[in-house]
């Protein structure tokens, strides 16, 4: 054990390091001069993260402006150690400890208790999973989807078609959910998964619910979080905006804090998690060409319209349901100060109710380029085209790409702290016997989570020396007095682990 004791005292003190150093980034004004990125499969890109679907920028054209060299030169230093010197992992280590606050006490501990509080423990893990309160409260709730009247699912079975690693259980699994009318609730009612279809009479039912839950943690963290918010989503994003917006357009403009400097973060983070040995291989259940096959496929079934809360609500079938929804409130209220000042935004510059109003937004080329670019690079599109595009349209997508950015990544990112690592309940794989998590993984997970909460530039910071002028000035103010009202609202209630606050939220996915 003195092997491991110093593997993990090497790798604790990296994790503090990088979390002590990380500063919030300063963004600059957009550069004056375009260059035109075109975006290569990651297997040209980055070789060693072999997708053939996903499409990146590659290190060679990230923009000048991006590129910080020591974060760049700190990556490549921590892949190299991981890989040739010292990696985290030491097999045939014993589990963690049975009680669940004994094993996050020796996993996290130390320096990192002084830049960064313990996780909280869900009330829905406090006895048997409450699987019918995660799926309305909290980053599960967004799996949470009708099949008729009277019943509602997560369906994750599709996570069974890639390969896991020797010895572990298969995690596709599916969730029945049934509307308790007098508690306007949701109640599990039946778990279809490796073991068969499990009641909540069945002495199997908590290892369903440690396979449901383990299925729902690691696409969150796999698919929406990286592949869809960094990859699909933001980066897409980001590159449609540099190609195709002057930087003097009033949309570049209002979306610059929001992108800059994805390009460097999804590249270094890409090599330090997907790479063989890295993060993603090592925590989840799946081998590494099993994790390259989930994200190939995943990226190609990217839907835009997660990006919308009261679209996807509706979609998915919960808002006006018959049962408390708080996260899709939650979410709902979030968009909607976003959504104002998108629309405070826009009427500076494209009037909605002047004569010319409508003409402004068709006849404005950069802002058509920018959605056939958009739609291009999106997979399967953002809903709004250059031929189909309204004022209202633009206004609900631009404050899409806000959301996309601020409250997706933090819900599906820093947010899941105080879930992955109580692995009591959720685990970070299921092994056949039901074995706990061997130290190394569950160590893994503890530092690869802490360092999702470095300090980034938050969404509530001044922004305004973006501002084209002294109007788009006063929008900015206007939009941090309103998110600083919504927050102050939402202390008045006590705090709860599955809220999301404004104050939380970060400007972007940089890293």
């Not at 260059?35 to 679907?53: G, H, T």
């Not at 796999?222 to 869809?228: A, E, Q, S």
């Not at 058509?368 to 739609?375: H, I, P, V």
Request: hydrophobic residues 40%; charged residues 20%.
């Amino acid at each position: 054990m003195l092997r491991w004791y110093l593997r993990r005292g090497f790798w604790d003190l990296i994790a503090w390091l990088k979390f002590t150093v990380n500063k919030p980034l300063n963004i600059p004004l957009p550069p004056t001069e375009r260059r035109i990125i075109e975006p290569k499969p990651m297997i040209d890109a980055i070789p060693e993260v072999p997708l053939r679907n996903v499409m990146v920028c590659a290190r060679a054209n990230i923009p000048r402006d991006e590129v910080v060299r020591r974060n760049t030169m700190a990556y490549q230093v921590q892949v190299w150690l991981y890989t040739t010197v010292l990696s985290p992992m030491q097999p045939g280590l014993p589990p963690i400890d049975a009680d669940p606050q004994v094993a996050l006490k020796r996993a996290f501990t130390g320096l990192r208790r002084t830049r960064f509080r313990a996780p909280e423990l869900p009330a829905e893990y406090l006895g048997s999973p409450d699987l019918g309160s995660l799926a309305v409260r909290g980053p599960y709730a967004c799996y949470t989807t009708r099949v008729d009247d009277a019943t509602w699912e997560w369906d994750l079975h599709m996570l069974d078609n890639y390969e896991h690693h020797p010895g572990l259980l298969k995690i596709g699994s599916r969730v029945l959910f049934r509307l308790d009318p007098l508690r306007r609730a949701l109640q599990a009612h039946r778990i279809e998964c490796v073991l068969g279809s499990i009641e909540p009479t069945d002495p199997r039912w908590d290892q369903a619910c440690k396979i449901a839950l383990c299925a729902a943690s690691t696409h969150l963290s796999l698919v929406r979080h990286f592949n869809w918010v960094h990859l699909a989503g933001g980066a897409q994003l980001a590159l449609a905006t540099r190609n195709r917006l002057s930087a003097s357009h009033p949309l570049c403009r209002l979306l610059w804090p929001y992108i800059y400097a994805t390009f460097q973060s999804n590249d270094i983070v890409t090599r330090g998690q997907m790479a063989r040995g890295g993060d993603f291989e090592t925590i989840f259940s799946f081998t590494f060409a099993g994790m390259c096959q989930l994200f190939d496929d995943s990226y190609l079934a990217y839907p835009h319209l997660v990006n919308d809360p009261k679209a996807d609500g509706d979609a998915r079938g919960v808002r006006g349901a018959g049962f408390d929804t708080p996260t899709q409130e939650n979410l709902e209220a979030l968009f909607d100060v976003m959504h104002r000042f998108v629309c405070n935004y826009l009427e500076i510059y494209y009037p909605r109710n002047a004569a010319t109003g409508a003409s402004a937004v068709h006849n404005n080329a950069e802002t058509l380029a920018w959605l056939e670019e958009l739609n291009a690079r999106v997979p399967n599109g953002v809903g709004v085209s250059p031929s189909d595009v309204t004022w209202d349209k633009l206004a609900r997508l631009l404050a899409g790409q806000l959301y996309l950015v601020t409250v997706q990544h933090e819900i599906l990112g820093s947010h899941v702290w105080d879930y992955q690592l109580w692995t009591h309940r959720q685990p970070a794989r299921v092994y056949k016997d039901f074995q706990r998590e061997p130290l190394d993984v569950y160590q893994r997970l503890v530092n690869a989570n802490y360092n999702l909460n470095v300090h980034r530039r938050a969404l509530m910071d001044d922004f305004t020396h973006i501002a084209l002028d002294y109007r788009a000035k006063a929008a900015m103010l206007q939009f941090q007095s309103e998110l600083a009202a919504l927050q102050a609202a939402m202390d008045s209630h006590p705090w709860a682990v599955w809220r999301l606050y404004p104050r939380e939220l970060e400007v972007n996915i940089n890293a």
